[in-house]
């Protein structure tokens, strides 16, 4: 069973046009991510929470915001998306305090196309 | 710094053959974790393995084996027997005590399994 759901798995949005992607995970686990990952590159951390701690990398862009309304839930806001944007973006969840030995746990992704 | 070297781009082997994905990683933390991740083209990250710092035995389960160096800062990953199922992008990531709960994640390697 899936245990980190991301919704839609492909989404097509226009250029600035606001959109909204989805993650949910059933494991309970304290920490989640958000990653974008562009085509042949490594996943690159946008931010991550610690619980409702919102912590965001020094160079995401501002177009980029989150919000976790609960422990399952935590969703990725594009403002005004541009053409770079376009990309995969991949959640995902983490259990620990400071122990930093424990897997990651992520979704299948959503490939976002900006037209 | 911390940082993940995965110098091979892509790789290419014919079924059978064994196939070692090589990564390098650099960080002055004394205690630091280690991954391997697997993304298939469904897109999903697949946990396949982690090492701490201070256990440098190397592993093995069924096809697959790591062979963790500190003396060289390398933590390589090998396939035995390789199929095509194992045609997917491979990660290396660390973890450490100073990166929080950042995972760094090598430039991956792209591994086609031809039957």
Same mark, same amino acid.
């Given at each position: 069973? %899936? ?38 590159? %490594? ?53 620990? %305090? ?18 | $710094?911390?940082?993940?070297?995965? $110098? ?68 390589? @990953? ?14 290396? $990531? ?10 760094? @994640?090598? %430039? ?6 031809? $039957?």
């Amino acid at each position: 069973d %899936a245990m980190v759901i991301q919704n839609p798995r492909y989404q097509v949005t226009q250029f600035g046009k606001p959109v909204t992607l989805s993650c949910s995970q059933t494991l309970n686990h304290n920490v989640m991510y958000w990653y974008q990952q562009k085509s042949s590159q %490594a996943p690159k951390l946008l931010f991550h929470y610690y619980d409702k701690d919102f912590n965001n990398e020094a160079d995401t862009p501002d177009n980029f915001q989150s919000r976790r309304p609960n422990t399952s839930f935590c969703f990725l806001d594009i403002r005004s998306p541009g053409l770079g944007d376009a990309a995969m973006y991949l959640c995902a969840a983490r259990g620990g %305090a400071m122990n930093v030995n424990t897997e990651a746990f992520f979704g299948q992704g959503t490939r976002l196309t900006v037209v | $710094a911390q940082k993940v070297t995965q $110098a091979q781009t892509e790789i290419s082997v014919v079924e059978k053959e064994d196939v070692t994905l090589d990564c390098v990683y650099e960080t002055r933390d004394t205690t630091y974790y280690l991954f391997w991740y697997k993304q298939p083209p469904s897109g999903e990250l697949v946990f396949l393995i982690r090492r701490n710092s201070f256990d440098e035995q190397n592993e093995i389960s069924g096809r697959y084996s790591w062979n963790f160096q500190k003396s060289t800062s390398s933590f390589n @990953f090998t396939i035995t027997a390789s199929q095509v199922v194992d045609s997917a992008v491979y990660f290396c $990531a660390l973890n450490s005590n100073t990166g929080g709960f950042k995972t760094i @994640f090598g %430039a991956g390697t792209r591994l086609f399994v031809k $039957a």
